[in-house]
């Protein structure tokens, strides 16, 4: 099993940037792909960005080009740079890691606590 510990949520004004962390207890450079996921009350999980073994990197469209995520294999850490933070950003951020895939080709699907991150006008 894989622990993930996400870290660096807090309170920030309209405009401004927040680096999350999050450190994994097993290595990354074997994983599937890494990845930052957002959740609102109300609302289902969404995919904010991801990054494969490959380097290859995918964000959703509301954080396209504010948004960085990058990783650190030799550190274990996976990291979200996020710039020109709306109020609509505001929502718990979740790391998770996939690794491998079970017999029907599904990953193994592993996810932090959270961190929450709130954005003032």
């Known amino acids: 099993q894989v622990q993930l510990v996400e870290s660096g949520g807090g309170l920030v004004q309209a405009g401004g940037s927040l680096r999350l962390s999050c450190a994994a207890s097993a290595s990354i450079g074997s994983s599937r792909a890494m990845g930052w996921y957002r959740q609102t009350p109300g609302k289902q999980r969404e995919l904010v960005a991801t990054?494969?073994?490959?380097?290859?990197?995918n964000y959703a469209d509301s954080v396209k080009g504010r948004f960085t995520i990058s990783r650190d294999n030799a550190k274990k850490m996976v990291y979200l740079q996020m710039n020109s933070l709306k109020v609509e950003d505001t929502a718990v951020y979740y790391c998770?890691?996939?690794?491998?895939?079970?017999?029907?080709?599904?990953?193994?699907?592993?996810w932090g606590q959270g961190t929450q991150v709130t954005v003032s006008s």
């Open positions: 998770n890691a996939q690794y491998g895939s079970d017999y029907y080709g599904r990953p193994y699907d592993y």
């Open positions: 990054i494969n073994s490959g380097g290859s990197t």
